[in-house]
Each structure stands twice: as structure tokens, then as C-alpha cells.
């Protein structure tokens, strides 16, 4: 396998073999006003050095090393993207919908080729990468890729800011999502983007001059309109329930509570819980009950105190117990190796003990079947499944992501952009039968959707992502390919897959300008 190493195979940092993976120097860009402001900043913080010696990315680069040290940045940062005044009566050349980890990189990547123009970001919530931001450090991006060959170096092509750049995640393969939002926060920022926040987008009219994107009695104005909101929203619709409470609570819900709110854990203790769903929504929600991963400080997956369920059932879930799903899936677990903390003693899971794995089939029951309604009762939720009913205490829904605006737009009729991608992190090598830790160019890929006939475009995991990422390069996350993968990953919804397609849809809509 790749450069040796076994899959799941536990390590409690990269390997020494692959702790420097080479970093591609693309250049430094700081648009705006922002040099400025940054260097005020460094001088305040007395971190400023002549700038004939070294570079202003450099110094950015050493200053955010530390995370004390990033967080005043991202302050300085948010504080002034959200008070940046935007002008509601200009024509811009593109408004893009959603403030997320796409629409960052496109925005620097055409400030990079254009600086002059005009891109409005309008966002629904009150922060930028709101997803990332909510699930903070609960959210570890544990994909084989990061941990095979430490590809967080080039999370964000052409940015001069890296991942690899904090000082926690120098020679760890996984970011958290608090990284991710971090940095998404800084190439906003040295795009000098104008951002709107709060603003949900109701409805795309077409305007004499292009399109009118409305919320309210606000509206802005653009030649073309850009959809980079994400898989949208909890998805509320997957089965019937009498009313809302907090016993029933999304997976996002909770995964954000156990980064945040320590009393809540304490909360599930000798509870009932069934988990709706069989996703990675799902998969990281029981990573968090258990988890299925022995204390690994390195990446998060520790706690403090025990609190696990008294039983838990696995709406959904098809394997016959959590063993079979955990040797189906064990390259989802090659950072860390183990199963449950609680029972953990040492062993690499390929050597526990029948006796171990018996105590987690106990907590564990898997049921492949439907949740067809949900009713709360005095003391319990009562779950309806095809076959079955049973009562549980908890019902973390975790049974995917809706998009409405994304579905409305999918009544039309689309087309799909093509051209050639860069992955900068590696690539399988046939002839040498390993991993490279080089870049590859793939041409003539999808890169984005267009809606046939007009000027608005869906990009990153907006899109189709099942139709955008051929087979060829993600392998579809199917199991025959988790022992003999070519791929950089096994998921099309793997950033690795999606940003290199933002960087060559931006350079296509400046071309088109």
C-alpha cells in the first residue's frame, strides 16, 4: 500500500518517512486594503520586521505558527470583513452565495488573476464557514489522504497560507474543522472580500442587467450568480415526527455540543440512543459516542470523563454488528487504530480479544431498517421501523443534508464545465506501484455546473459531486476498492476532489471576462 504502510495501522503522529512533504511555493497575494491593516497589526503586536528582509506572507506565516498568535489574527480578520461596508447599489461582476471553504478560494484565485472585479459574497449565517466554525475540534478530517502523505499542505491552491503552517498540525496529517475555517477566514481576508452576512438568499430573479439575488427588501445585483452554499442543511424530511424537542436533536447538533458543551456529554450517560442514519454524518456522530477510536491526544478523540450510552442502536446501519463495519471501513480509522477507548488495552484492533469485541457488540446493535415516524411519549421516543418498534431515551437524526436552494435550481436543465485540474497533494504511480507525493494534472474534468442557458453556476459540493468526480479518480468510496485504492481518496466528497475543480472554475470565469 502506500509507501508501505498498512492500512489501518495506528501512529500517534505522521510518519517519519512523510513528515515533510514538499510545499509549493505559489506566490504571495494580499489584495486591498488589507497589507496595510496586516502591517499595523504585526507592528502593534511587535511582530513586524523590515520588510527588505523578509516577505509580509513570511511574516504572516511566522506569526499564525502559533495558535495564540492565530487567534488574534482571525480576530483582526473577522472584525474586519464583517464591518467592511459593501455598496448595495454597484453592479458586480458575480455574486456568490455561501461564505464557505469554495468560495474563498475562488474569490483569491481571481483576485490572483484580476484584481479589478467585482465579487460580492453573500452568506445566510453570521459567520464565515459557519459549518466548520459550529463544529470546531469535534470534527477531525480523518481522510486516508491527509494520513498517508500529509496533504493538508495544500488544502488551498495557491494560497501562501497553509494548514501545515500551525504550529499543532506541523507534522500531524488531520486538521480539525477549526482549522479549515481558520484558514478559509485568512484567504478571505487577504482577498480583501466583500462579504455580506445574514443574508439568505430567497429567490434569483433575472434584471436587465443580469440577475437580482433577494433576501427580504434587500436585493444586489450581478452579470452572473455563483451557488457555493455547501450540502445545504440538516435534513428535516427523511422521516415523520410528532413534534421537536431536545431529546431529538441532528447530527451537526451534536457533534458541535461535544466540542462545546461539556455537561451535555454527561447527559447521554446510561442513556438509550439511536442513531438515524449510515453517512459520515452518522460515522462521526459514533466516533463521538464511543468512539469507535482508542484516546489518541494527538487528534482529539480523548475525553476526561467516561459517559457511555447504556445501549445504542444504529438506525440504518446494513453491517451485521460493529465489527464487520469496522474492518469494512477500517481505512477510515488508519489514524488511530483502536475501537473503544473504554475497552481499549493496547492492542491494534486486528488483535483484540473475541472478549472485547463481544463488550461492543453489547453496547452496539445495528439495525439495516428504515425509520419510517417518531413520537414522543411521557418518558421515551417511540421509533417506527419497517419491521420493528423500539424505545430509546435520545435520537441523534443524522440522515443527511437538504438544499433547497440547490433543488430549486435542479428543476433546470444543466450543463457541466470541463477542464483540467491540478492535485498538488500526490498521485498513484503505476508503473512504481506507490504513492508519489507530487503533483498530477488530470485533464478535461468536470469542474462545475451551469444552468443551461444562463450565467448562474453551482461549484464544490453544491454540485452533482456523484456526476462532477468520475469513478476513475475517487473510486466511488465502494468498498472492493478500500485494499487496493488508486485513488487520492475514497470519497467524491473529499475537499481534495472539489477545491482543485474551484481553481480551474475561477480561472474559466476569468477567462470568460
Not at 480578520?77 to 447599489?89: D, F, G, I, S, T
Not at 488573476?113 to 453573500?122: A, G, R, S, Y
Not at 469535534?138 to 494520513?147: D, I, M
Not at 434584471?207 to 452554499?229: C, L, P, T, W
Amino acid at each position: 500500500m502506500f509507501n508501505n504502510l498498512e492500512e489501518g495501522i495506528s501512529h500517534s503522529s505522521l510518519p517519519s518517512n512523510l513528515k515533510r512533504v514538499k510545499r509549493y511555493n505559489f506566490g504571495e497575494g494580499i489584495f486591498g486594503n488589507t497589507p496595510a491593516l496586516i502591517e499595523k497589526f504585526l507592528n502593534k503586536e511587535e511582530s513586524l520586521k523590515p520588510l527588505s528582509k523578509i516577505s509580509l506572507g513570511k511574516q504572516i506565516r511566522n506569526f499564525i505558527h502559533q495558535s495564540s498568535n492565530r487567534k488574534k489574527y482571525i480576530d483582526l480578520a473577522v472584525e474586519y470583513l464583517q464591518n467592511k461596508p459593501v455598496h448595495h447599489q454597484q453592479i458586480y461582476d458575480a455574486v456568490l452565495i455561501g461564505a464557505g471553504v469554495h468560495a474563498a478560494l475562488f474569490v483569491y484565485t481571481i483576485k490572483k488573476e484580476n484584481p479589478d472585479l467585482k465579487i460580492l459574497v453573500v452568506e445566510k449565517s453570521s459567520s464565515i464557514c459557519s459549518t466548520f466554525y459550529k463544529l470546531g475540534d469535534a470534527l477531525v478530517l480523518n481522510s486516508p489522504t491527509f494520513s498517508k502523505a500529509g496533504l493538508n499542505s495544500n488544502i488551498m491552491q495557491g494560497h501562501f497560507v497553509q494548514a501545515s503552517d500551525f504550529d499543532e498540525l506541523f507534522e500531524k496529517p488531520f486538521p480539525t474543522a477549526k482549522h479549515i475555517y481558520e484558514l478559509t477566514t485568512m484567504v478571505f481576508f487577504h482577498s480583501d472580500a466583500d462579504i455580506v452576512f445574514n443574508f439568505q438568499v430567497d429567490e434569483i430573479k433575472k434584471s436587465n442587467r443580469g440577475y437580482e439575488v433577494q433576501f427580504k427588501d434587500k436585493s444586489f445585483e450581478a452579470h452572473s450568480v455563483i451557488v457555493s452554499n455547501g450540502m445545504g442543511d440538516p435534513n428535516l424530511t427523511s422521516f415523520s415526527r410528532d413534534r421537536s424537542s431536545d431529546r431529538l436533536i441532528t447530527g451537526d447538533e451534536f457533534i458541535a455540543n461535544c466540542f462545546q458543551n461539556e455537561p451535555f456529554l454527561e447527559s447521554i450517560r446510561d442513556k438509550r440512543i439511536a442513531v438515524v442514519g449510515n453517512g459520515d454524518t452518522a460515522n462521526c456522530v459514533m466516533e463521538y459516542l464511543l468512539p469507535l477510536v482508542y484516546p489518541n491526544y494527538d487528534y482529539g478523540f480523548c475525553r476526561e470523563h467516561e459517559f457511555l450510552p447504556q445501549l445504542i442502536y444504529w438506525v440504518g446501519q446494513c453491517a451485521k454488528d460493529v465489527q464487520e463495519y469496522y474492518f469494512d471501513n477500517k481505512t477510515r480509522y488508519c489514524h488511530s487504530g483502536g475501537v473503544i477507548e473504554f475497552f481499549w488495552n493496547g492492542e491494534t484492533p486486528f488483535e483484540l480479544s473475541a472478549g472485547i469485541w463481544r463488550k461492543t457488540k453489547d453496547l452496539i446493535k445495528c439495525i439495516p431498517q428504515k425509520l419510517s415516524s417518531l413520537t414522543h411519549k411521557e418518558d421515551s421516543l417511540e421509533l417506527n421501523l419497517e419491521s420493528i418498534t423500539i424505545d430509546v431515551d435520545i435520537v441523534i437524526d443524522s440522515t443527511g443534508r437538504s438544499n433547497a436552494l440547490r433543488s430549486s435550481l435542479m428543476k433546470n436543465e444543466k450543463e457541466y464545465i470541463n477542464g483540467d485540474i491540478v492535485l498538488y497533494g500526490g498521485h498513484w504511480s503505476y508503473e512504481e506501484e506507490s504513492f508519489i507525493a507530487a503533483p498530477i494534472k488530470k485533464e478535461n474534468r468536470r469542474i462545475a455546473c451551469r444552468l443551461k442557458g444562463e450565467d448562474i453556476y453551482l461549484i464544490g459540493s453544491v454540485c452533482l459531486l456523484e456526476e462532477l468526480v468520475d469513478d476513475e479518480e475517487a473510486k466511488d468510496g465502494s468498498a472492493k476498492f478500500l485494499e487496493q485504492r488508486n485513488s487520492l481518496t475514497n470519497s467524491k466528497r473529499s475537499l481534495e476532489h472539489t477545491l482543485p475543480r474551484t481553481v480551474s472554475f475561477a480561472q474559466f470565469f476569468h477567462a470568460s471576462y
